[in-house]
């Protein structure tokens, strides 16, 4: 049952977060909204459409389809820029698709098939290789940061940012998104299917599929 609408947004709404007791929305329209009680009482306009929200210590960032990524702070005012390299920057292979927060560091999933490392002071740490294609997700689960792909790989990497396992072809189609839930990772694909992990790694999967 729906309890309540919120409407305002203009176009696809990507992602959503909670940050400083607020909901905030992201969306395809290039902004972000801050909602209280069903209303909007807030709007920061981000110039590319907004595809995660991820809170840090005590900013909100926002991941866009140009390869910036925002920082937000508490008075809703954008106060750091986390921008590749201008070769790089505003094309498609440049988009954020995903972040996550791994031993108090930002790690972003791009569609130019790497994971980067942002660190507090909003400085590259390292770039992170090995997909073959755009990254699509990222999750802690068991003190190990997994990244999943358009390559259909799962993989596992360190705390020193090193590459320790893939689990290659673990989907027929490209692994969109990943959640931990208990004592397993879950992994969603384009194939219609979702897997459930162990921690172990070892032995095939269970496998729920949807029609």
């Not at 209303?39 to 005590?58: E, P, W, Y």
């Not at 189609?173 to 959640?179: D, E, N, P």
């Amino acid at each position: 049952m729906i309890a309540h609408e919120l409407n305002g947004h203009t176009n696809l709404v990507r992602c959503v977060a909670v940050y400083n007791q607020h909901l905030y929305s992201g969306s395809t329209d290039c902004t972000i909204r801050k909602w209280e009680d069903e209303r909007c009482i807030g709007i920061m306009d981000t110039k590319a459409a907004v595809s995660c929200l991820i809170t840090l210590r005590n900013y909100l960032y926002s991941g866009c389809a140009d390869g910036t990524i925002l920082k937000w702070n508490s008075n809703d005012v954008c106060v750091g820029i986390l921008r590749l390299d201008f070769t790089t920057a505003a094309s498609e292979s440049s988009a954020v698709r995903a972040m996550c927060v791994f031993n108090d560091h930002l790690y972003v999933a791009y569609a130019d098939h790497t994971i980067r490392k942002w660190g507090y002071d909003d400085k590259l740490k390292c770039i992170l290789y090995g997909h073959c294609g755009p990254v699509c997700s990222l999750a802690v689960y068991q003190r190990a940061l997994y990244s999943t792909g358009a390559d259909r790989s799962i993989r596992r990497w360190r705390s020193n940012d090193e590459c320790e396992g893939t689990i290659e072809q673990c989907h027929s189609s490209a692994v969109t998104t990943l959640a931990k839930f208990e004592n397993y990772l879950f992994s969603g694909s384009e194939d219609k299917v979702i897997q459930k992990w162990s921690s172990n790694g070892e032995g095939q999967p269970d496998i729920l599929t949807f029609q």
